[in-house]
T-cell receptor
Framework: AQKVTQAQTEISVVEKEDVTLDCVYETRDTTYYLFWYKQPPSGELVFLIRRNSFDEQNEISGRYSWNFQKSTSSFNFTITASQVVDSAVYFCALSEAFGETSGSRLTFGEGTQLTVNP | EAQVTQNPRYLITVTGKKLTVTCSQNMNHEYMSWYRQDPGLGLRQIYYSMNVEVTDKGDVPEGYKVSRKEKRNFPLILESPSPNQTSLYFC?????????????FGPGTRLTVL
């Protein structure tokens, strides 16, 4: 069975601070995909990134960066120089890569509410 | 424009009054799913469908029904809604064998059962 844990329920920072959102996962699959989604106050889910389990390179996109460590089953998300518009709920998710039902579901973490104060 | 649509976006109803939330996608995706989102629990899959007339239970199917008579549509049916089904619901679709298993989400339906 797959499981994703986001232990930080809520994080509050002041604008321009760096903040890291933690994600730890469990899976028996050797190949899988990891995702991060953002849910702003308007409620829709915004796709941020996906990562293959066989690609452990870290990724940077503007102020966002992701640290994937297979050895610790973690896929952490860092926002550098946070802004008020980053305030949202962030979800980490996991998907199996192969198999008859691969692609039919995502296993989500509990979500982390990030509040960036001016 | 490629998209997943859900209707209604907001719904307030009373216990026991049957309702249907529609979901439609225009991307010819084989897979479709329903999730519910609750505080502290993240999103949990209710039902999924791998193709027309093929559906299966997800993690929290109790109290829900689905059908997949056409490839593009995957309605969620609550035959006798109860207050514990008050939640934010998302429909999603994806290609079978799609690159990275990317799922496309609808905008969400906020349901309140009084």
């Amino acid at each position: 069975a797959q499981k994703v844990t986001q232990a930080q329920t809520e994080i509050s920072v002041v604008e321009k601070e760096d903040v890291t959102l933690d994600c730890v996962y469990e899976t028996r699959d050797t190949t899988y995909y990891l995702f991060w989604y953002k849910q702003p106050p308007s409620g829709e889910l915004v796709f941020l990134i996906r990562r293959n389990s066989f690609d452990e390179q870290n990724e940077i996109s503007g102020r966002y960066s992701w640290n994937f460590q297979k050895s610790t089953s973690s896929f952490n998300f860092t926002i550098t120089a946070s802004q008020v518009v980053d305030s949202a709920v962030y979800f980490c998710a996991l998907s199996e890569a192969f198999g008859e039902t691969s692609g039919s579901r995502l296993t989500f973490g509990e979500g982390t509410q990030l509040t960036v104060n001016p | 424009e490629a998209q997943v649509t859900q209707n209604p976006r907001y719904l307030i109803t009373v216990t026991g009054k049957k309702l249907t939330v529609t979901c439609s996608q225009n991307m010819n995706h084989e897979y479709m799913s329903w999730y519910r989102q609750d505080p502290g629990l993240g999103l949990r899959q209710i039902y999924y469908s791998m193709n027309v007339e093929v559906t299966d239970k997800g993690d929290v199917p109790e109290g829900y029904k689905v059908s997949r008579k056409e490839k593009r549509n995957f309605p969620l049916i609550l035959e006798s809604p109860s207050p514990n089904q008050t939640s934010l619901y998302f429909c999603a679709s994806s290609f079978r064998g799609g690159r990275y298993n990317e799922q496309f989400f609808g905008p969400g339906t906020r349901l309140t059962v009084l």
